[in-house]
């Protein structure tokens, strides 16, 4: 993680209106809450610069930033689901797109065990009710 801020600080600390910064998963090395907080300081420091910026995150909440900065497209890449499992289609597709559980459908599809698998869905069902 410490090779990770260092590496966005000297970004940050760079960037121009005329630099293509890509960046992918920003703050997965950290709490869930502490990643968006950094990821999302970083779009709007990024935003401000008005640097090209291609973000590639798992983190829903980035999506916000769309309603707030009409510069901001959120594209997606094209999944269906059926029957509970994964269907890629590798086309990119405006919007956001939302699958319910993609983690725990996606390692199932990696092949993690089920017992694995049935432990994860019990975990998540515990977090959610709370």
């Given at each position: 993680?410490m090779?990770?801020m260092?590496?966005?600080?000297f970004i940050?600390?760079n960037?121009s209106?005329r630099?293509?910064?890509?960046?992918?998963?920003?703050?997965?090395?950290?709490?869930?809450?502490d990643?968006?907080?950094i990821?999302?300081?970083?779009?709007e420091h990024?935003?401000?610069?008005?640097?090209?910026?291609?973000?590639?995150t798992?983190m829903?909440?980035?999506s916000?930033?769309?309603?707030?900065?009409?510069?901001?497209?959120?594209?997606?890449?094209e999944?269906?689901?059926?029957?509970g499992l994964?269907?890629?289609?590798f086309?990119?597709?405006?919007g956001?797109?939302r699958v319910p559980?993609?983690?725990?459908?996606?390692?199932r599809v990696a092949g993690?065990?089920?017992?694995v698998?049935?432990?994860a869905?019990?975990?998540?069902?515990?977090?959610?009710?709370?």
């Open positions: 993680f090779t990770e260092k590496e966005t600080a940050m600390q960037v209106s630099s293509l910064v890509v960046v992918d998963e920003l703050g997965r090395a950290t709490s869930s809450s990643g968006l907080a990821a999302w300081s970083c779009c990024l935003l401000s610069l008005k640097g090209y910026t291609v973000f590639a798992h829903e909440g980035l916000e930033l769309a309603t707030m900065y009409p510069n901001v497209k959120v594209l997606h890449f999944v269906d689901l059926r029957n994964l269907d890629f289609k086309r990119l597709k405006d956001v797109r559980h993609y983690g725990l459908l996606l390692a993690l065990p089920t017992s698998i049935d432990t869905t019990s975990i998540t069902s515990r977090i959610t009710e709370q």
